[in-house]
């Protein structure tokens, strides 16, 4: 059962007034426990998850013997703090075993509602920064899990371009600076760029209506584009590759998501993988280990994903080397 929460929905899958029970591998003990998700599957979630794929598939894999179906997609915006009071609340009188958190701000919201009930985020941005962990090594409360932030993906993805662009000298870099998680990426990318001799072109944005004019500021001074993995980069991929491929700009992003949107390249965490692991947390609580005590983990596996027939509309070669090494090519 899914639960709406007005025009800006939220869903909210198990838990409060939409639960799944789940037998997960307490069965072994003939006990029945509750687990709660909570996520946001809206494009325009702040973090930039990819969750709809991992779910289903994350969770089903994991061996809690859960196998959800995945609720249609739901805008949330700017209001997502108060569209998440409502199903926190329900989730928090719910006598739910542990809950799992789609991301770092469904995890907060939670954490403002309860910080008893144990609960496990898949994919977090910044888990310290925003206060929901007291480290990475020691969470220190009622909050574990697995976050995506990693300083060392922003070079990576930098050299990946600069195989398929030899002699690159010029970066642009597109963020919504509205999103305190984009404003760390940008930082950490302008570092990447600055450490291998790039000048930058940062493109600061806020809204939609803010694309297109940044592009017109690059087009023909900027060799190729990094996109910060955000929401409100997700809701406009299509239009983003577009006006790139017009502007002859090859484009590096953080998930697969905006490759099939008509990106050239992403490389990234691997979203049914993060899902799988966050799974292992919840089993592990289960079994009586504490969250205070579960250090929060980084991702092990990344998925880098090519796009040739924006590579042909382009007129770029793809390397055969790098092709290689690609986990999928889109053609």
Not at 150 to 167: H, Q, T, Y
Not at 292 to 315: C, G, H, M, S, W
Request: charged share 20%; with cysteine; hydrophobic share 45%.
């Amino acid at each position: 059962m899914t639960v709406t929460i007005g025009r800006r929905e939220l869903l909210v899958v198990l838990g409060g007034a939409a639960a799944w029970p789940l037998a997960a591998r307490a069965q072994q003990r003939e006990k029945m426990r509750r687990i709660g998700v909570l996520m946001n599957l809206s494009p325009d979630d702040a973090e930039g998850q990819a969750p709809s794929r991992g779910v289903p598939a994350g969770v089903a894999g994991s061996g809690l013997g859960c196998r959800p179906q995945c609720p249609d997609r739901a805008p949330l915006g700017r209001g997502r703090h108060r569209a998440l009071s409502q199903p926190c609340r329900g989730i928090g009188a719910s006598r739910t075993g542990v809950i799992l958190a789609a991301g770092g701000i469904a995890a907060q919201a939670l954490q403002r509602v309860s910080r008893t009930i144990p609960i496990v985020f898949a994919n977090a941005a910044d888990p310290v920064g925003m206060g929901v962990v007291a480290s990475l090594a020691r969470p220190g409360g009622n909050v574990t899990g697995l976050s995506v932030q990693s300083n060392e993906l922003a070079g990576k993805r930098i050299e990946l371009l600069r195989e398929v662009v030899p002699g690159l000298r010029r970066l642009a870099i597109l963020g919504n600076v509205g999103n305190p998680f984009t404003v760390l990426e940008l930082a950490e990318v302008q570092a990447a760029a600055g450490a291998l001799g790039l000048d930058v072109d940062t493109l600061e944005i806020r809204s939609a209506r803010d694309i297109a004019p940044a592009f017109d500021r690059i087009k023909g001074r900027s060799e190729a584009l990094y996109v910060c993995v955000d929401g409100l980069m997700s809701s406009n991929r299509i239009p983003i590759n577009i006006l790139a491929v017009g502007a002859r700009l090859p484009t590096m992003h953080g998930a697969r998501e905006y490759v099939e949107g008509g990106g050239l390249m992403s490389f990234g965490a691997n979203y049914p993988d993060l899902f799988r692991r966050s799974a292992d947390y919840v089993d592990k609580i289960l079994r009586g280990a504490k969250p205070a005590n579960i250090p929060v983990e980084q991702p092990t596996k990344f998925d880098l994903i090519v796009n040739l027939n924006t590579a042909r509309a382009l007129n770029i070669a793809i390397p055969s080397t790098l092709l290689a090494l690609a986990d999928e090519v889109i053609e």
